[in-house]
């Protein structure tokens, strides 16, 4: 049943493992429903510029403290890492690393005349070079679209560099062309940490769970300091000792399931860890069952309780009377498939309307096979249907055409980008990127009083508005959002 | 050249794709996998112009185009492109997997143009050569497929005092905007007409389709963008005269205007010398007063200020900047460094160029595209004094690592926002000048 095989060097893609889709127009719960009796993706006549595998593979390795890492491809395609060395420096605090060291990041640097002869040796110079140079504790080599066309055996290349240097040297297949779905990055970097990075455990520590997250702000340890443990952060900041014995955590939980799916996964079935099924604590009802999954599988199921209490008993009253100022007002979502979910589940709570969302792709169920972690159908099942619902690849075009036409009062993102629209229209527009910002009771009323702000401050929008530049024509934004989404969805 | 490299300082061909961002109202159209744009959007950041970034059509290439080609993709993807944008030009860039499975992506195109669009297609798969490079593949495939369909109502050479000006590189040059308008102002302070072709001053694809019109063309470059000074030079037989390096300062934007100048005479354009000779003394004046008012501070200021530089830059910064560095501030370089992966046939030149800076003193020059390689080179020397280091936001952490001053000026750079700031001409010189001594003063609290 379970898709994940440490045995291969290359992960199955979303689509082929999940049955994961990029296009899709409906509502929420049909999306639900027709995730559980093989939902089929459509294509598009049109389309724009995609997310690729391997910046999400990327920002996994680049940010393990003392990892080196090699794009095998042109130079071209290890252009944005810049963008993770920034993140490592100016968020290094909220993880406690008082010396954030440079990031190594190495292009091979692939040239016609390599597309013809191939570029192995090239990777196998490339990677004595760095080890060389660097002294890191662990190698990733990122495939990209050339490199894999061109046929490299980068698997070969990697073992013998591991046997020769004594250190992992991890091949990571991510190459861009393989899967429309783009966290599919996400699990290839598990896959191969999976594979060749995490160790048997030596015993089991009662003191630690595994949180695989991004570079969040760290609200993981006082909730767990309740409980008498720690998080262990995977895999943003950890290092390559630390990572290896993720092993022997007592348990596994996701700030983001669409993120963590593989590696939760592999956890559990390889290395014996369990992963706590319920979906990240992203609504009062859903903090519920998350904080009461967390006191099972650590057997304090009363502390669990205590916690709830005292925490509703603190933060209720107050979200209560945020929602006396939210109340009736509409939203739209527009964000990656499980963060996405967590919005409408949040803005549900603020006393909001959501009149749609726009969200990256769908997972049918992760690869845990779980119900319980299901964000969207805890969503749908807590909260009620979300109309308008779209999957899209962020294809722009279509959000453009969708916000048009709702109009809603505030845009709630995440992922670059896409708040430039909601201004260009007067919409008060909101992105955080700390995806833990609005997790747990405490959350709701943060991201909250955020929304309350947008809204209320939206001077900048209705000037931006006015003189705001549209290259989008006349006759599309009168066309219907899904025109040039073909297929047909299971029936 | 083609080894490994560390911290690159440019992107791959594709990268070129911002060259058409940069033209109003033009769009990229990428023949390439799903993540080309990104990669691009992320280098540069701030860059999507008006239908850059997510907005420009992509065909994303997956399995199935990999393995029976993209052609009917793409048909698709441009034909759908008219429905949905509104705009003034299309260029179809290649990238790796569509030049790796030999779409034949000129035909696809001319067919277009056979029924009247503005489209034009370039090769620019990311291992053909860098952005520096196919910048000037994306202009002269312009010129070639768009600008020569419009030979009739634009007579070549037909305007003495109109000249086209290739300089900055859109993006890549983090001054390009306010660059392209300084060098524009200037000239026009002769009496010249200045088609600069990218960015706000530009007018667009109306300016474009005037190129043949210009009597000359000017190229400030100290190698990327000839080949178009080349093939403009051979397909309408306008002369250009080359300014090896960006202007800063006075000195060498004086130099630079009496090159332009003399060039211009000598080509028949109808130009007062004596006018133009009075509005270079003019900015020169000017300029002349604040590093005057200045000089005290320079001289003086006990507390401390840097008095080495070390640059990594492209080839035209690390002349520009070390000759203004070295007479007009009083910093000295010392050694520098060139990321820009200049072909060795240039190198020379660029070499004898920084020796004309100084008769007394020899500035050590090393071409490195390896940009890692270069901060370690960095590491180990050692000079008395408080540095100065001059780079991308790779930079910063080299900079803190030694103790030395920074300043923020090349890409990628995620620490340094910049909109129409010009580094050229004899007020860019001053705003060198306020960026070093502001980060400078900013250190003391």
Excluded at chain 1, 193 to 214: Q, S
Excluded at chain 2, 39 to 62: D, H, K, L, V, W
Excluded at chain 2, 209 to 220: D, T, Y
């Amino acid at each position: 049943m379970s898709q994940v095989n440490l045995q291969v060097p290359d992960v199955a893609i979303r689509e082929i493992r999940l049955n994961s889709i990029t296009g899709f127009q409906g509502s929420a719960e049909e999306l639900v429903q027709r995730s559980r009796c093989g939902l089929k993706d459509k294509n598009r006549s049109f389309s724009q510029c995609l997310g690729c595998s391997v910046s999400q593979a990327a920002c996994m390795v680049i940010l393990i403290q003392d990892a080196a890492v090699i794009s095998h491809g042109p130079v071209g395609c290890s252009s944005c890492y810049h963008e993770y060395a920034f993140t490592y420096r100016v968020n290094s605090p909220l993880r406690g690393v008082e010396k954030p060291t440079q990031r190594k990041i190495f292009s091979t640097n692939l040239q016609e005349t390599d597309t013809v002869y191939g570029g192995a040796q090239k990777l196998a110079d490339g990677i004595r070079e760095v080890h060389q140079r660097t002294r890191p504790n662990a190698v990733f080599v990122l495939t990209t679209c050339a490199a894999g066309i061109i046929g490299d055996d980068t698997e070969s290349v990697c073992k013998e560099a591991e046997l020769e240097l004594q250190i992992p040297v991890v091949a990571i297949f991510c190459e861009g062309f393989r899967s429309k779905v783009w966290t599919t990055g996400f699990d290839a970097s598990y896959h191969g940490i999976a594979r060749k990075l995490i160790k048997p455990a030596r015993k089991r520590r009662t003191d630690v769970i595994n949180v695989i997250n991004f570079w969040g702000s760290d609200i993981f340890s006082e909730w767990f300091a309740a409980f008498g443990v720690k998080p262990n952060y995977i895999t943003p900041y950890s290092t390559v000792e630390s990572l290896a014995w993720s092993s022997e955590a007592i348990a596994t939980v996701q700030a983001c399931p669409t993120l963590g799916s593989y590696l939760g996964a592999a956890l559990e079935q390889e290395y014996g860890v369990p992963e706590i099924k319920a979906a990240p604590p992203y609504g009062v009802a859903q903090t519920d069952r998350w904080f009461r999954a967390l006191g099972r599988t650590l057997h304090q199921e009363e502390r669990a309780e205590e916690l709830i209490a005292a925490k509703k008993a603190e933060y209720l009253p107050k979200i209560a009377a945020l929602r006396q100022k939210l109340q009736r007002k509409t939203a739209f979502v527009t964000a990656g498939a499980g963060h996405g979910h967590a919005l409408l589940s949040i803005l549900s709570e603020l006393g909001l309307q959501a009149k749609g969302a726009a969200l990256f792709h769908h997972d049918p169920l992760y690869d845990n096979g779980s119900e319980e972690s299901d964000l969207l159908a805890q969503r749908v099942k807590d909260y009620g249907d979300v109309p308008n619902f779209n999957i899209c690849n962020k294809q722009e075009f279509e959000l453009v055409n969708t916000l048009n036409r709702l109009r809603p009062d505030v845009l709630l993102a995440r992922h670059g980008g896409m708040t430039l629209w909601g201004s260009k229209l007067g919409i008060p527009s909101l992105l955080i990127g700390d995806e833990h910002f609005s997790m747990g009771y405490e959350g709701i009323l943060r991201y909250g009083e955020r929304i309350l702000e947008t809204i209320e401050n939206d001077e900048f929008v209705k000037n931006l508005a006015k003189h705001a530049v549209n290259p989008y024509t006349k006759w599309w934004l009168s066309q219907e959002p899904d025109t040039f989404l073909d297929g047909s969805p299971c029936e | 050249m083609s080894g490994i490299i560390e911290q690159e300082r440019y992107t791959c061909a594709i990268g070129a794709l911002q060259s058409v961002v940069a033209i109003p109202k033009a769009v990229p159209i990428l023949h390439s996998g799903p993540g080309c744009g990104t990669m691009i959007q992320g280098f540069f950041e701030r860059s999507t112009g008006y239908a850059g970034g997510s907005t420009s059509p992509c065909t994303n290439f997956s399995e199935r185009e990999v393995v029976f080609g993209g052609i009917q993709r793409l048909r698709q993807i441009i034909t759908n492109t008219y429905k949905v944008l509104d705009t003034d030009l299309q260029v179809v860039l290649t990238g790796c997997t569509a030049g790796i499975v030999g779409d034949d992506v000129a035909s696809l195109v001319e067919e277009f143009r056979g029924e009247g669009r503005p489209i034009v297609a370039v090769e620019t798969p990311g291992f053909k050569c860098n952005n520096f490079e196919a910048h000037s593949l994306v202009v002269n495939a312009i010129i070639d497929q768009y600008v020569g369909l419009f030979h009739d109502q634009n007579p070549v050479r037909s305007e003495k005092n109109t000249v086209n000006l290739f300089a900055s590189l859109p993006y890549q040059d983090p001054f390009w905007k306010g660059n392209l308008g300084e060098y524009k102002r200037l000239l026009e302070g002769f009496g010249l007409k200045v088609h600069v072709l990218f960015g706000p001053k530009s007018e667009g694809i109306s300016e474009w389709k005037e190129i043949p019109r210009a009597n000359f063309n000017v190229l400030v470059s100290p190698w990327y963008g000839q080949p178009i000074a080349e093939h403009l030079e051979e397909r309408y037989g306008q002369p250009y005269t080359w300014f090896p390096h960006i202007p800063i300062g006075a000195n060498e934007s004086e130099r630079f205007l009496r090159q332009v100048l003399n060039f211009a005479v000598e080509q028949g354009a109808d130009i007062d010398e004596a006018v133009a000779v009075e509005f270079i003394r003019r900015e020169r004046e000017a300029y002349c007063q604040e590093i005057d008012n200045l000089a005290v501070f320079l001289l003086e200021f006990r507390y401390g200020l840097p008095n080495h530089v070390h640059i990594l830059h492209d080839a035209g910064y690390v002349l520009g900047l070390s000759k203004f560095l070295l007479h007009e501030v009083g910093i000295i370089p010392k050694e520098q460094f060139i990321v820009d992966n200049t072909p060795e046939k240039f190198q020379e030149q660029i070499k004898a160029e920084l020796k004309t800076a100084s008769d007394k003193r020899d500035i050590p020059l090393i071409f490195e595209p390896d940009a890692g390689k270069a901060q370690d080179a960095i590491r180990e020397l050692s000079h008395s004094g408080r540095g100065l280091i001059i780079g991308s936001g790779w930079d910063k952490e080299l900079a803190k690592e030694k103790h030395d001053d920074f300043l923020s000026a090349a890409a990628p750079s995620p620490y340094r926002l910049v909109l129409t700031t010009n580094y050229a001409g004899f007020s860019g010189g001053l705003r060198v000048i306020e960026d070093i001594y502001g980060a400078v003063l900013a250190t003391y609290r």
